[in-house]
């Protein structure tokens, strides 16, 4: 078996696939089963303050390329994940856990990270500013003044490891938008990217869920190039001290190598995870490190960020 450790700031994981926030993280149960896999840590539902019930039903669907969902945010609300992290951390205390948070409103982020700071939390925090499925809110890091203001304001009061969830960017000018924002604070990470927002499939004649007149959130097969391509470029632009979590499209071990290839320090999987559950951790890793074998690279950083582009330009717009 290749070597699949891997680090985030100084955080060193054993494994270098993990849930993406959303999948299998809703409660102590679906963590307990992640936690027990061979995954290399969890991230939990992305907490609000207050408990939600999320979306009404049905709120998500697979299809054979991936998935759409309108969850909606359904959570146990921030003090049950903080409580349930510090229980597997008193179980682990060599393992990073991730917790994943929002604010639903401008004035919730700050009560949300004095309440974090003010806890014994010590993994790292993903900051999720790409939600797309919150009936009426926008999806916040396609706003880059308010991901500078919310930053600014979060950074303030807390000093422990954050990173940031993103959405997909499509547009050159918004990868470096959202880096120069980035790059001004003090960031141990960012994942990338969240499903791609307010896709439609149809079932029948009937949209496959019902929220936002059927709209949701895009993952699986659909969004791996989208994916690629953030982790790719994002890595070219943000600075070196702020590591990369590549989510989006990860159905098989190579999936996961060409994440790494593109630049990513470690691999979120969310709608292959919701079909195969968490003994698809296992394939992953089992496949990842067959290709690792043949190909003669013995640890990630062999290729890590190693994409071959014939002809390279650098990535720039004017
Ligand atoms: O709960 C959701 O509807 C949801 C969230 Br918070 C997210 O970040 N991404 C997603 O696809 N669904």
Redesign the pocket.
């Known amino acids: 078996m290749a070597d699949l450790t891997t680090a985030i700031g100084g955080f060193h994981f054993d494994n270098t696939v993990m849930n993406g ?2 999948v299998w993280c809703y409660d102590e149960r679906e963590l307990t089963a992640v936690d027990t896999s061979a995954a290399a840590t969890f991230v939990t ?2 907490a609000t303050l207050d408990p939600r019930a ?2 009404p039903n049905p ?1 998500m669907a697979a299809t054979e390329l991936g998935s759409i ?7 146990k609300g921030l003090d049950y994940y903080l409580d349930i992290v510090a229980q597997f951390h008193a179980k682990n205390p060599d393992k990073p856990y991730f917790l994943s948070t ?1 604010g639903l409103k401008p004035e919730e982020f700050t009560p949300l990270f004095q309440k974090i700071a003010a806890s014994n939390f010590s993994g790292l925090v993903e900051l ?1 500013l ?5 009936v009426g809110k926008p999806q916040i890091a396609y706003d880059f003044d308010a991901v500078d203001r919310i930053l600014t304001e979060v950074t303030a009061i807390y000093h422990g490891a954050l990173g940031v ?1 993103l959405p997909p960017y499509f547009d050159l000018v918004h990868f470096h938008n959202i880096a120069d924002v980035l790059n001004k604070f003090d960031l141990t990470f960012v994942n990338t990217i ?2 791609a ?1 307010n896709g439609l499939v149809i079932k029948d004649e009937t949209a496959a869920i019902a929220p936002k007149g059927g709209l ?2 895009i ?1 699986g097969g659909y969004i791996k190039p989208m994916a690629l391509a953030n982790v790719r470029v994002l890595r070219q632009l943000l600075k070196p001290s702020i590591s990369i979590i590549g989510t989006g499209g990860v159905q098989t071990g190579r999936d996961v190598f060409e994440l790494i290839l593109c630049g990513a320090d470690m691999v979120g999987v ?1 709608t292959q995870l919701g079909k195969e559950g968490p003994k698809v951790f296992e394939r992953l890793s089992t496949e990842l490190s067959a290709i690792m074998d043949a190909k003669g690279y013995r640890q990630l950083s062999d290729f890590r960020g190693q994409l071959r582009v014939p002809a390279e330009q650098p990535v720039t717009v004017h």
């Open positions: 926030a959303g539902k992305t999320g979306n709120r969902n309108s969850m909606g945010l359904p959570n929002t999720n790409s939600c797309p499925n919150v969830k969240n499903s927002g949701g959130g993952g969310a």
